[in-house]
């Protein structure tokens, strides 16, 4: 299944290259991955896309968790998240589609960015499926730029909020990830 | 003082003057050395070169002991072996560029087998990173995958807490090795003494005690089972855990089967003990895995040396897997109690009770398995069995010795016939199984040890791997005794070859120089023997001398390490003997 996992690292030089190094020598797969600065000065989150079945999510955890620019892991693909991406994309136009595109992305709540004679760049933002959903109408016409920033997510607000874990919470949240369809926090089904 | 008004000199040095008023009074590499004293470094293995001269500088003022090896590698491994035997991180320097690759199957190895070490490498100066300058190489991307962390100092303000964190991280939770990558110009450049600040590495977290839930289940579990095994590796030792798991053990009355990195976590002479299991296990080890009714792994990892054929692994047991790394939790093996703890607080927190039911009838089956098949080999009087030499080696030394092994059969005849009884007496590359460990390691080792007897069993082809480091031996006086098993072979290679490939045997006859004139060459007492008879008198002499010795063992050619656990299959599958 899609994983997402938010990471907060230490905004440091070569860090992302810890973390992508670390994924694909583990044979880890990365849909995307995004990093920005985060809440507090000197770090940076990160929310990486990937796809695995539960052993190898925990193993992702639990290997993020061992590099040390990593302060907090958490495997959020089965929390309640808000996660956005935001998309440019180029489309042809000509007199005749204009009116037509228009109406396309009335709905999409997009914002034209930049329009020329023969093109239009329009920005959208949303979930994947949305982002998705207007690149796959828009191709008849001619899409011929596509950048997208990779999917980006926090936790909604009220939802394990304690799941985070802090400086000094040992490292229950591995366990925990497993032990979701399991009330024994230390009891894990065996395959 | 210095004069800070001369207005004739150069920027750079008027800049200098005035830092050194300032109270900056010392180079980052004097600095530097503080630090490492302060860390209760008291020896340093290393090789010199260009952007280390300012290192090499302040050492020469320095109290700090540096042992001046004859390549990068050499160096390293020695840091292992010392921290093998002392359970404190080695230290290593060595130079950029070169310097600093030559040490990366050292810094792999100590990865592998959670090894602490510090290693400083020298760096061109900052300016001139990522202009592929002279000797440049990128030593901090190329260790990523194979430290535990590792720095670059472009900043000497930052040099106390790297030194602080780099020690506090190479020594605690599951050990390992630390690179710290000085550019020139730090390290010549100005700098405030400085007192070594406590570690602070936010992200990293060290487990320490079980929960109550943990110790519940594994109580439980323990409390059922009517077959349980305690499967325990190299963490038992690292933890300082050897006493505890011998009392845990005993009260209980639960078998114990150790990985070659345990080997010595627990004693070999102890009833309890069915010897090592996996690939080359013993017959009784790998059938007590194969049949337990509960697995208590304590400080292991599951390798595939290990377990053979995942599938068929243990394939009755329910599984209790205590480690202080919880990525080494699930990662090959299922387990059905997980506990991410330091294995000697655990064992100690279940010392309460006498957990185990009647085990009688298991260790009845255990020993019937131990007498149907106990470890062995066919005595030849007509030529020397590899075999037979450590067994004399082990008498000589009454088990006492501290051991060093290469890599190939003669590692695993080692690991099979000499009963370790305490830990941190056996020093062997496992996870990354590197020849030319062997040699270097046991230097290491006398170094931290100067009173142990320190024995370096070796094969034909490992020990040329780093046969230069007998210079090394000689110029500081360690008196290792070296055994070389010599079987004209790359032994290892040619029994898979046999096997495996229909006795075509490509490139594995390896030729050697005469190791009796190669050691006398260098000053050192070289043996010989080739019959049982004269490995008796040369072990005797060997011992009995107090410089170091070089005894040239010639063994027969082609014999086989037994029993055999073949690539692909399970640890029910061994192959005892021969019969091709
Ligand atoms: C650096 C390195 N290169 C190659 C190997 C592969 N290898 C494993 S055992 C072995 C043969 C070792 O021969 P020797 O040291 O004579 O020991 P023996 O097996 O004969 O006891 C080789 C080549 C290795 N482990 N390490």
Redesign the pocket.
């Known amino acids: 299944m899609e994983r997402t996992i938010s990471v907060l690292v230490n905004d440091r030089p070569g860090v992302l290259a810890r973390i992508a190094g670390m994924f694909s020598r583990r044979g880890f797969n990365i849909a995307s991955i995004t990093v920005g600065t985060a809440e507090e000065e000197g770090l940076s989150r990160m929310t990486i896309v990937s796809s695995g079945d539960d052993a190898m999510a925990l193993q992702m955890v639990a290997q993020l968790q061992k590099l040390i620019d990593v302060i907090e892991v958490h495997d959020i693909s089965r929390e309640q998240t808000v996660k956005r991406e935001l998309a440019l994309v180029k489309v042809r136009i000509t007199k005749t589609t204009r009116p037509e595109i228009a109406h396309i992305l009335e709905p999409f709540r997009v914002s034209i960015v930049d329009v020329g004679h023969a093109s239009l760049t329009v920005q959208v933002t949303g979930d994947v499926q949305k982002i998705d959903a207007l690149i796959g109408l828009l191709r008849p016409f001619g899409v011929t730029e596509i950048a997208r920033t990779g999917v980006t997510a926090l936790l909604r607000s009220g939802v394990l909020e304690s799941g985070f874990a802090g400086a000094d919470t040992p490292y229950r949240p591995l366990i925990e990830a497993e032990a979701t369809n399991d009330d024994d926090l230390f009891e894990t089904e065996r395959e | 003082m210095y004069g800070s008004s001369d207005a004739a000199a150069p920027a750079a040095a008027r800049e200098f003057v005035d830092q050194m008023n300032a109270g900056m009074v010392r180079t980052g590499a004097d600095l530097l050395c503080s630090l490492l004293q302060q860390a209760g470094v008291d020896v340093i293995f290393g090789y010199p070169g260009g952007a280390v001269l300012p290192i090499y500088d302040a050492l020469y003022s320095s109290s700090l002991r540096h042992i001046l090896t004859r390549h990068e590698q050499g160096a390293i491994h020695a840091a292992e072996g010392y921290a093998r035997v002392t359970g404190r991180p080695g230290v290593v320097l060595a130079t950029s560029g070169p310097g600093a690759t030559n040490l990366v199957t050292g810094i792999a190895d100590a990865y592998m087998d959670s090894t602490p070490l510090v290693v400083l490498t020298g760096q061109v100066v900052t300016e001139s990173i990522g202009r592929d300058a002279f000797q440049e190489a990128d030593i901090v991307g190329i260790t990523m995958p194979i430290t535990k962390h590792n720095y670059q100092v472009r900043d000497i303000d930052t040099l106390p807490q790297v030194i602080a964190d780099a020690f506090h991280i190479a020594t605690s939770g599951r050990p390992g090795p630390v690179l710290i990558d000085l550019p020139k110009s730090v390290t010549s450049g100005p700098a405030r003494d400085a007192v070594l600040p406590a570690p602070d590495a936010r992200g990293y977290r060290v487990p320490g005690h079980p929960s109550d839930e943990a110790l519940t289940a594994i109580q439980d579990a323990i409390r059922q089972a009517r077959k349980p095994l305690l499967y325990v590796g190299g963490g038992i030792i690292s933890a300082g855990a050897a006493e505890t798991l011998r009392r845990f053990a005993r009260v209980n009355q639960i078998p114990v089967t150790s990985t070659l990195l345990g080997l010595g976590g627990f004693p070999a002479h102890d009833e309890l003990f069915v010897g090592m299991l996996g690939m080359h296990g013993t017959y009784a080890a790998n059938q007590a895995i194969t049949n337990c009714d509960l697995l208590i792994a304590l400080g292991v990892r599951f390798d595939d040396r290990v377990t053979g054929k995942l599938q068929r692994f243990s394939p009755h047991s329910k599984k209790i897997h205590v480690d202080i790394d919880p990525a080494e939790i699930g990662k090959n093996v299922p387990v059905d109690i997980a506990v991410v703890a330091d294995v000697g607080l655990t064992l100690q927190a279940l010392l309460t009770d006498r957990l185990s039911a009647d085990t009688g009838e298991w260790r009845a089956q255990i020993a019937a398995w131990e007498a149907e098949w106990p470890l062995r080999y066919r005595a030849d009087d007509t030529c020397l069995k590899p075999q037979a030499v450590i067994e004399l080696i082990a008498q000589r030394t009454r088990g006492e010795a501290i051991v060093t092994t ?5 590692q695993m005849w080692a690991a099979l016939f000499y009963p370790f009884s305490e830990p941190r007496k056996f020093v062997t590359s496992g996870g990354l ?4 460990y062997g040699f270097p390691s046991a230097l290491g080792a006398q170094v931290a040890l100067p009173g142990e007897t320190v024995v370096c069993i ?6 040329q ?1 780093n046969i230069q480091e007998l210079q090394t031996m000689v110029d500081y006086a360690l008196p290792v005794k070296i055994a070389v ?1 010599n ?1 004209r ?5 040619r029994q898979w070859q046999q096997f495996f490939y229909d006795r075509r045997y490509a490139e594995s006859r ?1 030729s050697s120089p005469d190791f009796v004139k190669v050691a006398n060459a260098y000053g050192v007492l070289g043996l010989r023997a080739a019959t049982f008879d004269e490995a008796k008198v040369a072990i005797e002499q060997a011992f009995a001398h107090e410089g170091p010795v070089v005894i040239d063992f010639v063994v027969l050619e082609e014999e086989n390490v037994f029993p055999m656990v073949p690539p692909g299959k399970g640890t029910d599958e061994m192959t005892l003997e021969w019969e091709g």
């Open positions: 290469e890599v190939g059969q003669h199984g590197t020849m030319g070796a094969g034909d082809a490992s020990f791997m098993i079987n072979f790359l032994g290892m290679v390896i």
